[in-house]
């Protein structure tokens, strides 16, 4: 099975709102509502923002929101902040009982 | 939350097996509906699932990887181990271990970086 797609890159001021996207396919994103969102800043783990598609585990900031329309969920986070400054991937249940991940999406605040 | 650790050789020769253990604290391995997983990350790429062994001790691989790959678990311990047989340059990668809970990975260890040297 293929990575889902992500942009490469997403830039914003601080204040503004950024949108990644997360494209797959019928097979994985489109079919389950099973979608998580990572962040990960350089040499740190990974850490969960969003699951099953717009749910925020406890402690994530109010910011960050997940939504998903046919095969793309996206991540949006809103009042952008240095802090956001990280990376981001998309992970999605499979047809197949597996987990598959996004390419990444480096978030750049300017 | 639960706390992981990953710790194993970090140069392992072409043909050869990759064996990586993976540290739990902050709950027993036996807790309900936790899937203890490995990942992996080639640079540049996005991170790949490699499999998981189930609290109670079922295994699930991705099947690319299913010839080569094994997950155990040692309970007294509270460790489980990845095992990778035959490598070539091809797994070189960070790899990590992962709670598997619902269907998100809500905890990841620091990753531990594993070259393959010919």
């Known amino acids: 099975q293929s990575a889902l797609t992500q942009p490469a890159s997403v830039s914003g001021s601080p204040g503004q709102s950024i949108t990644i996207s997360c494209t797959g396919t019928s097979s994985d994103v489109g079919g389950y509502n099973h979608v998580s969102w990572y962040q990960q800043h350089p040499g740190k783990a990974p850490k969960i923002m969003v699951s099953e598609v717009s749910n925020r585990p406890s402690g994530v900031s109010s910011r960050f929101s997940g939504s998903k329309s046919g095969n793309t969920a996206s991540l949006t986070i809103s009042g952008l902040q240095a802090e956001d400054e990280a990376d981001y991937y998309c992970?999605?249940?499979?047809?197949?009982?597996?987990?598959?991940f996004g390419t990444g999406t480096k978030v750049t605040v300017l | 939350q639960v706390q992981l650790q990953e710790s194993g050789p970090g140069l392992v020769k072409s043909s050869q097996t990759l064996s990586l253990t993976c540290t739990v604290s902050?709950?027993?391995?036996?807790?309900?509906?936790?899937?203890w997983s490995w990942i992996r990350h080639h640079p540049g790429k996005g991170p790949e699932w490699i499999g998981y062994?189930?609290?109670?001790?079922?295994?699930y691989y991705f099947p690319s990887l299913e010839s080569r790959v094994s997950v155990s678990a040692d309970t007294s311990k509270n460790q489980f181990s990845l095992q990778l047989t035959s490598v070539t340059a091809a797994d070189t990668a960070v790899y990590y271990c992962?709670?598997?809970?619902?269907?998100?990975?809500?905890?990841w260890g620091q990753g531990t970086l594993v070259t393959v040297s010919s």
């Open positions: 992962a709670s598997l809970r619902g269907y998100s990975f809500d905890s």
């Open positions: 902050g709950g027993p391995l036996s807790s309900r509906g936790y899937y």
């Open positions: 062994i189930s609290y109670t001790g079922n295994t």
């Open positions: 992970s999605s249940y499979t047809s197949s009982s597996t987990y598959v």
